[in-house]
């Protein structure tokens, strides 16, 4: 499982919609994306996952293109507690491999 | 119910010491996982375990490293002669079962000091 590439920093204002994308340039046929949030001094926690087309859930929606090389999480109208570290990964049974995220940061 | 949890949340041990690090998974999780985490840094895996059998340990970086899972529930990671580099948080989670779809969930972690 290669790491993915996504930007190192973003920055947002509270109530906007913030859209974070990866790359996925060696993704698997049987890998699915995820992506997690991470808070100072805590696990990551779980997002959202999907294999293509779209996925919405109660945080956040995905976008994932049919070629699969990309994936698109949006945030609806952030707020302050949204700033964390987001990760995108490839994952399968067992291993995953984390890059270093994209440290989101929004601003009242 | 209950999280995954860790013990203990941090520790101090100094150069050759050699150190036990435990994960009490989500009760009935089939999968666990060990990542290290450098300050500023990704998660970085290190081991998997599908119930008691340790499937993958290709992220374990030296023999000095070793993890067990005896019962298919707690699992120990253990260092010996601890080094300066291995300075880290040490990141444990469960999931469900061993799909590609099961969610990892983490615990908070342990952050280890080594001086």
């Known amino acids: 499982l290669a790491k993915t590439t996504q930007p190192i920093s973003m920055d947002s204002y509270e109530g906007q919609e913030v859209n974070i994308t990866c790359s996925h340039n060696?993704?698997?046929?049987?890998?699915?994306i995820t992506w997690y949030q991470q808070f100072p001094s805590q696990g990551p926690r779980f997002i959202i996952q999907g294999y293509k087309t779209k996925v919405t859930n109660e945080v956040a929606s995905l976008f994932i293109p049919a070629d699969r090389k990309s994936s698109t999480l949006s945030l609806p109208r952030v707020s302050l507690s949204d700033t964390a570290v987001y990760y995108c990964l490839d994952t399968n049974a067992g291993k995953s491999t984390f890059g270093d995220g994209t440290t989101l940061t929004v601003k009242p | 119910g209950a999280g995954v949890s860790q013990s203990p949340r941090y520790k101090v041990a100094k150069r050759g010491q050699d150190v036990a690090l435990r994960c009490d998974p989500i009760?009935?999780?089939?999968?666990l996982f060990w990542y290290q985490q450098a300050l500023g840094q990704g998660p970085e895996f290190l081991t998997y375990f599908q119930n008691e059998a340790q499937l993958d340990k290709s992220g374990l970086p030296s023999d000095r490293f070793f993890a067990e899972r005896p019962e298919g529930s707690v699992s120990t990671l253990k260092i010996q002669r601890t080094q300066q580099e291995d300075s880290a948080v040490y990141l444990c989670?469960?999931?469900?079962?061993?799909?590609?779809?099961?969610?990892?969930?983490f615990g908070p972690g342990t952050r280890l000091t080594v001086l």
């Open positions: 060696n993704i698997a046929t049987n890998d699915y």
């Open positions: 989670a469960s999931s469900l079962g061993p799909g590609p779809t099961d969610t990892q969930y």
């Open positions: 009760s009935g999780h089939v999968s």
